[in-house]
């Protein structure tokens, strides 16, 4: 006895009319969200269909119908300022970016042309609630030095911060920091840096990134120097740190920390973390 074998209807396309193959009727399948084809899937479907002699010509198009934007997929949306001019004149001004040109993660930049690069800077809630200051007194003479930042650079992939970058920094007071052999005069302060050199936490600094999608990453700084004393207080969902550091001399600055943070020091760099809000 020869029993015929017929596979389960399945659906092809999409939306609330789907085409039943394998029975004799069309009738409204459920209505989906579209979704997107990632390089992977598009891939398979490459090797599936054939791309050798101009194959790809014709099942491309297909493919693209499946795409709810056309085919440009989140690939396409900008993760650096280099990709939001599409290639054209670099222009500085403010754009949308997407962290890791994922269309979930969209965060404000404001492109600024360095040389002739484009590079990235966080626009800040407020520069007086985001400075870093050396606090003059016992070894270090001279007057307060505090330095506020408006907007800080940031890398676009790592989401680090380059601390010793000044361009929208404002920078008051001198003082000499005591140094073998020579002192060194202090005029401004990297960001996320609090020092002090009387044998006592003195040093201040404050991180603000309210009303940004980003917050610092925690354990994020260290005491360092001779003597050093400093602690870092988050609040505000991470979003606010304030710090205080100080010894003879000593400060509180980003890990992994480096030696004597002032002025421009290079190679200070502060992780944050995207947090939409």
């Known amino acids: 006895m020869t029993t015929n074998r017929r596979s389960a209807p399945y659906h092809v ?6 085409t039943v193959v394998g029975a004799s009727a069309t ?9 997107r084809l990632r390089a992977p899937l598009a891939g398979a479907l490459a090797a599936l269909l054939g791309t050798g002699a101009g194959c790809d010509v014709l099942w491309r198009p297909y493919i693209q119908q499946l795409l709810p934007d056309g085919g440009a997929g989140d690939d396409a949306l900008p993760a650096t300022c280099e990709q939001a001019s599409g290639g054209g004149p670099q222009r500085p001004g403010t754009v949308t970016l997407y962290l890791g040109s994922d269309s979930r993660k969209p965060w404000t930049a404001r492109c600024e042309l360095v040389g002739d690069q484009l590079v990235e800077y966080l626009a800040l809630p407020s520069s007086a609630n985001n400075f870093s200051q050396y606090t003059a007194g016992g070894a270090a003479m001279g007057t307060d ?3 506020t930042y408006g907007a800080v650079r940031i890398d676009p992939v790592t989401l680090k911060v380059s601390c010793s970058d000044q361009r929208h920094a404002t920078s008051v007071g001198t003082l000499s920091h005591p140094n073998s052999p020579d002192p ?5 302060m990297p960001y996320g840096v609090a020092m002090g050199c009387n044998r006592s936490a003195n040093g201040v600094a404050r991180i603000d990134l309210s009303g940004t999608p980003f917050e610092v990453a925690q354990n994020g700084f260290l005491s360092d120097g001779i003597s050093a004393l400093g602690t870092a207080n988050y609040s505000s969902g991470n979003r606010m740190v304030d710090l205080t550091g100080g010894g003879y001399c000593g400060w509180q600055d980003p890990r992994p920390g480096v ?12 992780q944050l973390l995207y947090s939409p809000m």
């Not at 030696?259 to 502060?270: G, Q, Y």
């Open 13 to 18: 396309g999409r939306g609330r009319r789907a």
């Open 27 to 35: 009738a409204p399948g459920p209505r989906r969200r579209p979704r």
């Open 145 to 147: 030095v505090r330095t």
């Open 184 to 188: 060194i005069v202090v005029t401004s």
């Open 259 to 270: 030696t004597n943070p002032i002025n421009a020091t290079p190679k200070i760099e502060l």
